[in-house]
């Protein structure tokens, strides 16, 4: 080990000592063992410093200094006191970073661990003592007895430190990965995965365009098939060799499910949000940009919007070098969902190398947002058919396990009839497992049909065959698939049990009459399965859905009834009685000991509204009974996790629950018997100052609106997110409720709420139709509000290219100023919007204003890497050099985010490239403090001075230093920078590497010259 080596061990350990002193000194505790900690650690403080000097004075090739290289071996003096400073940071803080403002930091030790502390001090501090002495001899002998005592007599304690540190660190990481998004995919993944059969799907990991896909920055694949040809198991086959092949630190992989049955909860915030969790799960390094959304939302019970998830999410995709997305069933996706999904997506693809996958259906939508990419059609092959037909003989009658010609003749009959569709082997070999003769088998064999009947004619079969069951399996499987098809959502099988287990009359569920999940499934004929990791119990397919659907009303009489029922009954249990939980934890207790009561209260709603004739009086009962606060709460519950997030909302009444739903007829009843005025009862609020007519015109329940009109509801009563019924009605897109609240009387420009007014929130989401009925009822046009301080902001900000020409023609001020990015232009360059810049541009937007977050619209577009954006602005005469916000200037924004493309366009256009200003000084600083090395080079070659000085890191080597970019401060060494350059947050660039312990950029630094001496005070650093 060289002097060098050494000096750097010895320098990160002063900053470590330096943090744990400051740590000891502000610790809640009077204790001996403290001060003794305190004390010790802050003598051997100034001995290391005292050293560190001897080391950089002396000659490096006399004796003394080999014998001082055996301080910091692996597991000796210097690494043994590394370890202790760690225990001692780790217990005090959580996982080393300092507690939230105003809390105390906690002494938390036992006296074992203090003394084995302040052992490992008094040795080192001995040792140090010895080596400032200069006695080589002395030393090394010490050095050498010392070690052969630790070996001996001391464990080492790095795997407690480490073992502290993993626990805190990990703990706190799920609790924010939850907090960001409760999907679970990789267990559908697991599920899917685990029912291939072995060897089937070769040839789609054999096919070019997968080559193509895996290998090709930024290559798109569509995957197309008929309903039933396997594109789940194909996604579910991509994913798993890129799980096992491709990901790492460096690429990244992410995926998600779209499911016909969960299209309220797949919105396109959720989307994004469950592709971040997953790139950020098990990353402990990339926690902080979940942690900053965190700490901003948690403490307030609100939640990231869609930006902010976006935002983060582009920040964790810089720090890899290419990400897979695969996307399954985008067909089932809403078609706006879709639409905004896909458009995040491409931005994204814009300025980092994301390759995306996706399955559908041969719909035109889906293929015409494909444009011209590859595509890849998938279809059940002859030899995956056969492989899977043979992998299920195991479960076939004996007649077919005993008989091998009997085995071939099943296994090419059924490959005969699939037809491209894996979806009808599996349900043509389910029409064997009752068939016990070989003539049966034969017979079935030979109806099997081909084409698009063949589907329907499985299914056929499937309910003949539970038909023919006993009479209670019967009736069992037609709860069961009733339940299943009707559901709102996906059912867990410990809601389904729970359910099923429910009898009428009583006020409790008997655990001798709960059915186990294999007893629902084996009753159903091949039509149901489990998805064992989720625990999800569902159709095996969504083409069953669709046919279960059409023929409900010839096998499924009366199941909408039995379903409410079901609702009602259980929701009315005595345990339900007692109101409303006080507290996170019981409510939490109770949706544990409740398996039920999150799917009832939700959807019970819907449930009714289909069948409210007949349950009106027991839906009243309910509402009106003492059950009903616990069902508010289950109810209204926000589904991200903060502080008192279940008792947030308190106040409710029957009629915002009845309102919600649309349940006129209840609503009547309710409204004969309360004990109030109607038209206090209609008017009534609740926690958030929401009427029942808000509910009403938030879930589009236009003939709820009018009832509640007609009794008597103010239709401009204030309150709530949204401030008033209209603009709830309008940020939703609900036109009928938008026109019954204007025919109403409803104030077209009244303020207050998210948006400020309805045309800013119509705007916001791009209803036109609604923004055309608001401009003709008289909204102003250039009203101010609170999101995003007008309506062509907003819609520019969204991309809505036709909401903002119908604004502009109705006389929307161009260059108006509004809320973050301070006007349209900058909004829709920031986002990347081409099409709407260039409506901007040709109304007359000043393609130089200033204000906003950026400043200017090219500073906002280069930041964002929209080269397009970007060359359009600099046609319209952008001024290439202008000083803006945060960046100072485009340049420095488009190097900042590695956008080497824009970057060469600006430089091209005349930009400065040694511009001083902004956070970072100059372009160079900002593409060195981002690690983006091409940038780096391009900016070099353009004539960057590479030691100019300014910014928050002085000079772009520590700002390189500091971010632990090794390329680029070797880049920078080799152009030239001056290694001990003075300046910036850390003084000089090896006390910012120092100070985040980059030990290799250290020892790069100090190679090159690095004076040892020059540091700033350790002790006062930031933290």
């Not at 197309?224 to 994913?239: E, F, R, S, V, W």
């Not at 491209?420 to 034969?442: E, P």
């Amino acid at each position: 080990m060289d002097p060098l080596s050494v000096t750097a061990s010895i320098i990160a350990i002063l900053q470590l000592s330096a943090k744990v002193l400051s740590y000891l000194n502000d610790v809640k505790d009077a204790s001996k063992d403290r001060v003794a900690c305190a004390v010790e650690a802050s003598n051997l403080h100034n001995l290391l410093f005292n050293l560190r000097f001897r080391l950089e004075e002396g000659d490096p090739s006399r004796p003394w200094y080999i014998a001082v290289q055996a301080l910091a071996v692996k597991h000796g003096p210097l690494d043994q006191f590394k370890q202790a400073l760690e225990m001692l940071q780790a217990k005090m803080t959580d996982g080393g970073r300092l507690k939230k403002a105003g809390e105390a930091l906690m002494w938390k030790f036992k006296k074992e661990e203090i003394a084995e502390v302040l052992a490992r001090m008094e040795r080192l501090k001995t040792l140090v003592e010895i080596a400032l002495q200069m006695d080589h001899f002395k030393l090394s002998k010490a050095i050498k007895d010392d070690t052969s005592f630790v070996r001996a007599h001391v464990p080492i304690i790095q795997s407690g430190v480490d073992t502290i540190r993993q626990s805190q660190d990990s703990a706190k990481h799920r609790r924010l990965i939850e907090w960001l998004s409760t999907s679970d995919y990789p267990a559908q993944q697991s599920d899917i995965i685990k029912r291939r059969q072995e060897g089937t799907g070769q040839w789609f990991l054999d096919a070019p365009e997968l080559a193509y896909w895996l290998n090709e920055s930024n290559a798109t694949l569509l995957c197309l098939g008929i309903p039933g040809a396997g594109k789940t198991m194909i996604a579910a086959i991509a994913i798993d060799h890129l799980l096992n092949t491709v990901q790492n630190s460096s690429h990244g992989v992410a995926y998600v499910y779209c499911n016909y049955k969960a299209r309220e909860e797949q919105d396109v915030l959720s989307l994004l949000a469950a592709i971040l969790k997953q790139l950020v799960q098990g990353r402990l390094s990339m926690v902080d940009h979940i942690e900053r959304l965190y700490q901003k939302h948690a403490n307030r019970g609100t939640k990231p919007s869609l930006d902010e998830v976006y935002s983060a999410l582009r920040d964790v995709l810089a720090h890899y070098s290419s990400v897979h997305i695969v996307i399954d069933a985008l067909d089932e996706c809403q078609d706006a969902t879709r639409r905004q999904f896909l458009a995040k997506l491409r931005n994204l693809q814009a300025t980092q190398d994301i390759r995306l996958m996706a399955t559908s259906r041969f719909i035109p939508n889906v293929e015409d947002a494909f444009g011209e990419a590859p595509r890849l059609e998938v279809q059940a092959s002859r030899e995956d058919v056969k492989r899977f037909v043979a992998g299920q003989t195991y479960q076939l009658p004996a007649c077919i396990q005993r008989s091998i010609a009997l085995q071939e003749i099943v296994q090419k009959k059924i490959t005969d009839a699939v037809d491209g569709m894996f979806l009808l082997a599996r349900l043509h070999t389910d029409s064997l497992l009752d068939k016990r003769t070989a003539k049966d088998v034969k017979t079935t064999l030979d109806k099997l049909t081909k084409g698009a009947a063949a589907l329907d004619f499985a299914y056929r079969e499937a309910l003949q065959r539970i038909d023919g069951q006993l009479g209670g399996d019967r009736e069992l499987a037609g709860k069961v698939l009733s339940w299943i098809t009707l559901a709102e959502r996906p059912l867990t099988t410990a809601e389904i049990c729970c359910a099923l287990a429910v009898e009428p009359g009583e006020d409790e569920i008997d655990p001798e009459n709960v059915l186990t999940p294999g007893d629902l499934v084996s009753v159903c004929a091949g039509l149901v399965i489990i998805d064992e990791e989720s625990a999800v119990i569902r159709l095996v397919h969504y083409t069953t859905q669709e046919y279960l659907e059409r023929t409900g009303d010839v096998w499924n009489q009366g199941g909408q009834l039995n379903i409410t029922t079901t609702c009602l009954t259980y929701l009315c249990f005595d345990t339900f009685q007692s109101g409303s939980c006080s507290t996170d934890k019981e409510f939490e207790a109770r949706l544990q000991q409740n398996q039920f009561l999150d799917y009832a209260a939700k959807h019970l709603g819907s449930h009714a509204g289909r069948v409210e004739t007949e349950v009106t009086d027991r839906t009243c009962e309910l509402l009106q009974g003492k059950s009903f606060p616990c069902v508010a709460q289950a109810l209204w519950v926000p589904n991200y996790k903060y502080r008192g997030y279940s008792t947030a909302y308190r106040v409710s009444t029957a009629l915002h629950y009845t309102s919600q739903f649309g349940l006129s007829g209840i609503t009547k009843k309710i409204l004969a018997t309360v004990d109030v005025p109607i038209v206090e009862a209609v008017n009534a609020k609740d926690s958030r100052g929401n009427t029942p007519l808000t509910f009403a015109a938030k879930t589009g329940q236009y003939e709820m609106a009018n009832l509640l009109l007609d009794k008597g509801a103010e239709v401009n009563a204030q309150g709530g997110r949204y401030g008033n019924a209209l603009q709830a009605a309008s940020e939703r897109g609900y036109e009928q409720v938008v026109k019954t609240l204007l025919d109403a009387g409803a104030e077209v420009n009244a303020q207050g709420g998210r948006y400020g007014n309805a045309l800013q929130a119509a705007s916001e989401r791009g209803y036109e139709q609604v923004v055309k009925m608001l401009l003709d009822k008289g909204a102003e046009v250039n009203a101010q509000g609170r999101r995003y301080g007008n309506a062509l902001y907003a819609a520019s900000c969204r991309g809505h290219e036709q909401v903002v020409k119908m604004l502009l023609d109705k006389g929307a001020e161009v260059n108006a100023q509004g809320r973050g990015y301070g006007n349209a232009l900058q909004a829709a360059s920031a986002q990347g919007h081409e099409q709407v810049v260039k409506t901007l541009l040709d109304k007359g937007a000043e393609v130089n204003a200033q204000g906003g977050g950026y400043g200017n619209a090219l500073e906002a577009a280069s930041d964002g890497g929209h080269e397009q954006v970007v060359k359009m602005l600099l046609d319209k005469g952008a001024e290439v050099n202008a000083q803006g916000r945060g960046y100072g200037n485009a340049l420095q924004a488009a190097s900042y985010g590695g956008h080497e493309q824009v970057v060469k366009t600006l430089l091209d256009a005349g930009a400065e490239v040694n511009v001083q200003g902004g956070e970072y000084g100059n372009a160079l600083q900002a593409a060195s403090y981002g690690g983006h090395e091409q940038v780096v080079k391009t900016l070099l070659d353009a004539g960057a001075e590479v030691n100019a000085q300014g910014g928050e890191y002085g000079n772009a080597l520590q700002a390189a230093s500091y971010g632990g970019h090794e390329q680029v401060v070797k880049t920078l060494l080799d152009a030239g920078a001056d290694v001990n350059a003075q300046g910036g947050e850390y003084g000089n660039a090896l006390q910012a590497a120092s100070y985040r312990g980059h030990e290799q950029i250290v020892k790069m630094l100090l190679n090159s010259g690095a004076h040892q001496h020059q540091e700033n005070n350790l002790a006062s650093m930031p933290e």
